[in-house]
């Protein structure tokens, strides 16, 4: 298996003593689009900025296609592209086609090289309309797929998107996942951030979830999810959940809400119909890896 990037024993402490990371290890297979997952804190920015050069690490190794991030700077670099969480698509007041277009210029493709990969990028993600727009008159979710243009247009061998699609409109995100999943099947290696387990798991071909700078996991979406004993979950309100349920079954509650987990379909089926009987609504959906995350965080045998 070839890989586009391979961490290990990755730490990172900032001033005070804050360890953003804690022994961090992974392995990105070429051609792969790999996420970061886990909440706010968690240590997904610091790990995207050390592996594309921005920050060095305190001790460990991370290398990019064979170069090492620390020695090779300039090796990686010419190899990888970055779209920063808080990040600006334009120095000065440039139009949608200019950000991009000079973006490309810049990191050395020829005039009109960087003209038509200008165009189709701009096209793929529904901005080719807005081109002559001034990009400060965009709005948030506009300039971030403005940003995401930018990036995308480099054609480079490793992308890194740090939280992707914050401040993407529901359409916007899917045309945005389709053709980024068109770049990976053309042997791309695109490396993305969320804080949405639910969108990780939808569209990842491998996950690293990390919690408080720790690595709680890696792997395929699905055979996380299979690591749980459940392959249920019932969603109803506190209110007509009864007291022998609570005490059979694996439960947890959130805001008013109880979430119980079964092996069986049948034994969910049961649950809905009692809740129904005392005039409750509930739902069954099957586990995901927001489940497989809260488990693996109360049992980290799994």
């Keep these: 298996m070839s890989l586009a990037l391979e961490a290990s024993g990755l730490i990172k402490v900032y001033r005070g003593g804050v360890r953003a990371l804690q022994d961090i290890s992974a392995k990105v297979p070429v051609g792969s689009l ?6 706010n804190g968690a240590g997904k920015t610091t790990f995207i900025r050390i592996a594309s050069t921005v920050t060095l690490p305190t001790a ?3 290398s990019v296609l064979g170069y090492d991030v620390v020695k090779d700077v300039w090796k990686v670099r010419k190899h990888v592209a970055l779209m920063p969480q808080e990040g600006s698509p334009f120095t000065r007041a440039l139009k949608v086609w200019e950000a991009v277009y000079y973006y490309l210029r810049a990191r ?9 990969e200008t165009r189709r990028v701009l096209e793929e993600l529904a901005l080719w309309e807005h081109r002559d727009r001034l990009v400060m008159s965009l709005s948030g ?10 990036v995308l247009a480099t054609s480079a061998d490793v992308i890194f998107l740090d939280e992707l699609t914050a401040g993407l409109d529901p359409s916007a995100r899917r045309s945005t996942w ?20 639910a969108e990780a798991e939808q ?8 919690r408080s700078g720790r690595k709680i996991a890696e792997g395929r979406p699905a055979e996380l999810v299979s690591r749980i004993p459940y392959r249920y979950k019932v969603i109803a309100p506190a209110e007509y959940v ?18 119980i987990y079964t092996r069986e379909l049948g034994e969910a089926m049961r649950i809905v119909n009692e809740v129904v009987e005392e005039g409750g609504e509930a739902r069954v959906r099957r586990v995901d890896l927001e489940d497989f995350f809260v488990e693996v ?5 799994l």
């Design 297 to 301: 965080i109360e049992d980290e045998t």
């Design 141 to 150: 979710g506009f300039r971030r797929r403005v940003l995401l243009a930018k």
């Design 60 to 62: 460990g190794y991370v």
């Design 203 to 210: 569209v990842a071909d491998l996950v690293l979830i990390l």
């Design 178 to 197: 389709g053709y980024i999943r068109r770049l990976v099947r053309e042997g791309q290696t695109i490396l993305f951030s969320t804080h949405l387990l």
């Design 34 to 39: 790999y996420c970061l997952a886990g909440p």
């Design 108 to 116: 050395g493709l020829p005039a009109s090289t960087a003209k038509s």
């Design 242 to 259: 009864s007291d022998s349920v609570v005490e059979t079954y694996r439960v947890r509650m959130y805001e008013g809400l109880v979430y």
